[in-house]
């Protein structure tokens, strides 16, 4: 105790995951909940959900001025997605952690999309990047009563 009592310590954090419609329709959603759950992350809000075009733009706000982002918003809402609300020890960084580079090209074999994915606009997974997007992301995605206290 005492001195060493916080070693290692991480905060708990909650973030926003979700399984993109590609992941969906390929048939992996029960899997990826299967690598959450054994990772040991609790889930708070989980839903099937089709992304209304407007909510995409959104989430995806910070790559309105890239030339992928009209091919971007089309394919999030080609179809549902599972939106996860995802809580335990330093899990903003650990669910992407699991889900490895966003180019699969160089995501590693173990991660979801070295794994699942071979191209960079359909890689399978979603997680917030910082305390800041975990935040707007839930809240876009998730009503106050959708999550569990
Ligand atoms: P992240 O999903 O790993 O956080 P971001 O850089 O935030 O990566 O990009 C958001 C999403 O935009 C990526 O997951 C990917 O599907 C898509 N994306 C990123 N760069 C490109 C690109 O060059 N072409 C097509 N899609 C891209």
Do not use: C
């Not at 001195?3 to 995951?17: D, I, N, W």
């Not at 179809?79 to 180019?103: D, H, K, Q, Y």
């Amino acid at each position: 105790a005492g001195k060493y009592s916080t070693l290692g310590a991480m905060p708990t954090e909650r973030t926003f995951a979700m399984i993109k419609p590609d992941g969906v329709r390929r048939g992996l959603t029960a899997e990826i909940l299967r690598r959450i759950e054994l990772k040991g992350y609790r889930t708070v809000g989980l839903k099937l959900y089709q992304i209304p075009r407007e909510t995409a733009e959104s989430h995806y706000g910070e790559h309105s001025a890239k030339p992928f982002f009209g091919e971007l918003v089309d394919f999030i809402t080609s179809g549902p997605v599972v939106a996860i609300a995802l809580e335990g020890e330093n899990a903003i960084a650990g669910w992407r952690s699991m889900m490895g580079a966003t180019n699969p090209a160089n995501a590693a074999p173990g991660t979801i999309r070295g794994d699942f994915a071979t191209s960079v606009g359909e890689n399978v997974t979603h997680g917030s990047d910082s305390p800041e997007s975990a935040q707007r992301e839930l809240a876009l995605f998730f009503a106050e009563g959708e999550l569990l206290k």
